[in-house]
């Protein structure tokens, strides 16, 4: 396991990807989560897998896929008690057809450079 940072949020938090398995595996698996600020849910999903991946008997798994998860988009919007934008209002879970404006959206742009 691996947590690096990929980029910064509006308000200069970092944005974290975890790595669970073999970065050079030919399978791999990418999650999301907290786009929408008060999506709580998908926190306790992603802290669930982060559990379950890290148990002894998913080596085998784990041997075959690397999962890499950003567990918070939209860290500024869950600080501000915020329900679905960022901090310049950007809906982090639109506009995927076009790529992102690093000054309204740098949580989108740092992903985006991470996954190219």
């Not at 897998?49 to 075959?64: C, F, P």
């Not at 999962?67 to 995927?96: C, E, H, Q, S, Y």
Request: glycine share 6%; aromatic share 6%.
């Amino acid at each position: 396991m691996e947590v690096s940072q990929v980029g910064k949020t509006v308000a200069g938090r970092a944005l974290e990807i975890i790595r669970i398995g073999d970065p050079l595996s030919t399978n791999h698996v990418f999650l999301r989560a907290r786009a929408h600020p008060w999506e709580a849910g998908s926190n306790w999903v992603v802290e669930g897998v982060v559990r379950r991946l890290l148990r002894d008997d998913s080596k085998e798994l784990l041997d075959r896929y690397c999962v890499w998860i950003l567990p918070m988009a939209n860290k500024d919007g869950v600080a501000m008690g915020r329900t679905r934008f960022n901090l310049r209002g950007k809906d982090l879970n639109r506009n995927w057809d076009k790529p992102a404006d690093p000054q309204l959206s740098p949580e989108n742009h740092a992903l985006e450079k991470w996954l190219e």
